[in-house]
């Protein structure tokens, strides 16, 4: 996919009264930051900046942003704030991409095969997702729209671990960057029982449990009662 594109505008003042100010009139106060330049205020149109949000591409993916209709700044969106109770962006962040230097980006994952895997399919278990995205270092050129999850081998109580996700060439996933460490290697999906089918299955223990208690306790009772009955029945026939 190219590169997203958006027109801003430098900033020349800030501060809270400058913000109100330009989301009143319909545009976004923002900021580019990081790699070899001095960061650069700037605001864009609400609604091109919005359109461009309903693609989730564009929240992993390289963005050209030409300032004033001159310079041009490649960048990724680094934050985004929103309004609490409103359906408008506040701000936004953009960090500014330089060419072979790796940066670090959170990508969504795609889950592929879930209808069709043993798990479902033919032992009536239920996707479980543990994550919806991963953070991944690579460079910028590398930068994958998303990470594809094959689900259609999976059958009851597999799962696929973060080690186990097939990624783009030059892409590490940040969690395992570190030393070997086992609980580093999370879940990303697995094949589980429904949790009903489980609560009952564990009811059903919990009963079948309590009658057996039931019936030992009754048990004991009547041995015990024909205990003693036999001992008086012998000291009867002792006197």
Avoid: W
């Amino acid at each position: 996919m190219d590169a997203f594109e958006l027109n801003a505008e430098k900033r020349s003042t800030t501060g809270r009264a400058e913000n109100k100010r330009l989301r009143k009139g319909g545009r976004v106060p923002a900021i580019i930051y990081g790699g070899n330049g001095d960061p650069v205020k700037l605001s864009f149109e609400h609604n091109d900046l919005v359109h461009h949000l309903d693609n989730e591409a564009f929240f992993s993916h390289i963005i050209k942003i030409h300032v004033n209709g001159g310079d041009t700044e490649e960048v990724v969106l680094r934050d985004l704030q929103r309004h609490p109770a409103k359906p408008f962006v506040e701000h936004a962040d953009f960090l500014r991409i330089v060419a072979g230097e790796a940066l670090r980006m959170s990508v969504p994952l795609h889950f592929v095969g879930e209808e069709e895997c043993p798990g479902v399919q033919e032992e009536d278990g239920i996707i479980q997702h543990n994550m919806n995205d991963i953070e991944i270092e690579c460079l910028p050129r590398d930068l994958p729209e998303y990470i594809e999850v094959d689900c259609r081998n999976l059958a009851l109580n597999d799962a696929i671990h973060l080690s186990e996700l097939v990624l783009p060439e030059g892409v590490q996933v940040v969690e395992l960057m570190g030393e070997e460490d086992e609980q580093n290697d999370l879940t990303v999906v697995s094949v589980q029982i429904p949790r009903a089918a489980v609560e009952m299955e564990a009811e059903e223990e919990a009963e079948a449990e309590a009658e057996a208690e039931a019936e030992a306790e009754a048990e004991e009772g009547e041995a015990s009662e024909e205990g003693g009955e036999s001992e008086s029945g012998e000291d009867d026939d002792k006197s």
